[in-house]
C-alpha cells in the first residue's frame, strides 16, 4: 500500500470511497436516516474533491493499493484533519492507521504540535485508540447528534533526531 498526494483525476474513485464508507459504516452516526445521508454525502462531488485537491492550505492524501484507492485523508496547515474515511472493502487491514499517521506527519512537517478533528460515533475509539483525546461536548453535523472534538499532541513527527 503507498499513501500520496491525491490528484485531481482521483475524484471518480474517492468520492466512491467517500460516499460508500458513509454510507455502509456509519450508521451509527446516520441510522439510515435518508436526508441525513443526503446532506452528509451531498458535497462529496467530483467538482468539490478537486477543489479540496487544489487547495493551497490542504493536503489530500489518498492511500492506494494495486491502482486502487482504499482510503481518503486531509489535513488543513492548521493541522484540523477534515476527512479521513476508508472504503468498507480495506477495513480492520491497517489502512485508517497508516492514513492517520501520514495525516499527521503532513500536519507536523506544515509546523503544528497537534492535531484536531471532529469524530464521528463511528470513529470515535478508533481515534481514541490512536492517541486523541476529547477536548469538548458532542457537538452534531449532517443532523447527527454524534461529534466529538478531539485532538492529539504531535510529538516526534518530522522532528530531527537529538544528535549525539
Given at each position: 500500500m503507498q499513501i500520496r498526494?491525491?490528484?485531481p483525476e482521483d475524484a471518480p474513485a474517492a468520492c466512491i470511497v467517500l460516499k460508500r464508507s458513509i454510507a455502509e459504516l456509519c450508521q451509527a452516526d446516520h441510522r439510515n436516516d435518508p436526508s441525513i445521508l443526503a446532506r452528509w454525502l451531498g458535497n462529496?462531488?467530483?467538482?468539490?474533491?478537486?477543489a479540496w485537491v487544489k487547495q493551497t492550505d490542504n493536503s489530500v492524501l489518498v492511500a492506494v493499493e494495486?491502482?486502487?484507492i482504499l482510503?481518503?485523508?486531509s489535513v488543513t496547515d492548521g493541522g484540523t484533519i477534515g476527512l479521513n474515511y476508508v472504503s468498507p472493502d480495506a477495513r480492520f487491514r491497517g489502512v485508517s492507521r497508516a492514513l492517520l499517521r501520514s495525516l499527521?506527519?503532513?500536519a507536523a512537517e506544515r509546523g503544528n504540535n497537534r492535531c484536531n478533528l471532529t469524530s464521528t460515533e463511528?470513529?470515535?475509539?478508533f481515534y481514541l485508540s490512536n492517541g486523541y483525546v476529547e477536548n469538548g461536548p458532542p457537538?452534531?453535523?449532517?443532523?447527527?447528534s454524534s461529534g466529538y472534538p478531539m485532538?492529539?499532541?504531535l510529538t516526534n513527527f518530522g522532528q530531527p533526531r537529538p544528535k549525539g
Open positions: 498526494d491525491a490528484i462529496k462531488t467530483h467538482e468539490n474533491f478537486c494495486n491502482q486502487e482510503a481518503v485523508g499527521e506527519i503532513r463511528t470513529a470515535r475509539r457537538a452534531g453535523g449532517f443532523g447527527t485532538t492529539k499532541a
